[in-house]
């Protein structure tokens, strides 16, 4: 008994045996109650987030099953050390190396998380959203997730970081300058993916040129145009620039004219409007809107008709058109209306 009371009073740096023993105990205890979160209750709560809709809760249980055990053991072994009268040197490394690991968890879990969102927004309507956006957005998103790190931990480490923030600062300034270029194109690329005036497979027109968007780039858009080349531009140039997206269209507007000879008779003239309205009565996907006689013309007395295609479909379009075109060729043969054509009539005075 006398010794094992010298045992428990036994002083070993800076601590007693029974002092030991508690810190042991400490630990044990925390790495029961740790062990029971990850087998017990992360089981249940995996089987209820498997009952849900949502898919979020499916992932902050794999971020946590993800945590490997001695994770758990350090953080009990850390919590019983708490229990002991440390010298300051040691009190600070152990401080350090669970701020270390601490935090490269927490960084492991966010990541996980960054993950997640970008697969999300990828697959979002369709997987319409170029990966190539997500992708840079998720790299950027971790670069800045593991520089506030680097800084946490320097800083708990004792490390001034204010000089070194300013430097990094100065040293961004001087990067930033040298791509600005690069920059704004990346920049504009965030613009592209946050506005969303256009998305991959839309058919659009930029300045003079139009095509179906292929892909959205970090850098550059590359659009197939009509010719079949693809067309490389960047993204500054597109966000400076006006976009026509006919791919949000929901119907199309469509105005067209044709003229008549001056010598047609009154009576004809008045007949055309009917003949266009019969006309568009036969056509299911298109709307007439109206039908008038614009104008006296240099060589022909001309018409305008405008109407709807009920489609964004441009070949729709063109073959309601063309029906358009050979039903007032066929009826005006029949009513014996001659479209005009450009002729120069000389009167000569004797």
Not at 15 to 43: D, M, P
Not at 154 to 174: D, E, F, P, Q
Not at 295 to 320: A, H, K, P, Q, R
């Amino acid at each position: 008994m006398d010794r094992y009371s010298y045992l428990l009073n036994l002083e070993f740096w800076g601590n007693t045996g029974k002092e030991y023993i508690f810190s042991a105990a400490i630990f044990l205890i925390a790495l029961f109650v740790l062990k029971i979160f990850q087998v017990y209750v992360l089981r249940k709560l995996k089987k209820a987030a498997e009952k849900t809709k949502t898919d979020l809760d499916d992932v902050m249980i794999d971020i946590f099953q993800s945590v490997k055990p001695p994770f758990y053991s350090f953080v009990a072994f850390y919590v019983g050390l708490k229990f002991l009268n440390l010298t300051r040197l040691v009190e600070n490394i152990i401080d350090g190396l669970f701020i270390l690991v601490l935090v490269y968890q927490v960084i492991g879990a966010t990541e996980k998380f960054i993950n997640y969102a970008t697969e999300k927004l990828s697959s979002k309507e369709g997987g319409k959203v170029s990966r190539s956006v997500t992708s840079s957005i998720s790299l950027m998103a971790k670069l800045v997730l593991w520089s506030f790190a680097v800084l946490l931990i320097l800083s708990n480490w004792g490390v001034n970081i204010t000089s070194l923030i300013a430097g990094l600062g100065i040293g961004g300034i001087a990067v930033a300058l040298a791509v600005q270029k690069i920059l704004s194109d990346i920049f504009s690329s965030f613009s592209i993916f946050m506005d969303k005036p256009f998305e991959e497979g839309d058919f659009i027109v930029i300045g003079q040129d139009a095509g179906v968007v292929q892909k959205i780039g970090i850098k550059t858009t590359r659009i197939r145009t009509l010719q079949g080349e693809e067309l490389v531009v960047s993204n500054q140039e597109i966000t400076n620039q006006r976009v026509r997206n006919f791919k949000k269209m929901q119907r199309r507007r469509v105005a067209f004219s044709f003229g008549v000879l001056y010598e047609t008779e009154k009576e004809k003239l008045e007949k055309i409007p009917d003949i266009v309205k019969n006309i568009f009565s036969h056509q299911s996907n298109a709307e007439l809107d109206r039908v008038h006689f614009k104008e006296f013309g240099d060589f022909s007395l001309n018409y305008e008709v405008v109407y709807y295609v009920n489609s964004n479909d441009y070949l729709m379009y063109m073959d309601i058109q063309q029906s358009i075109n050979l039903a007032l060729k066929e009826e005006f043969e029949k009513e014996g209306i001659e479209f005009a054509y450009p002729t120069q009539t000389i009167f000569v005075k004797k």
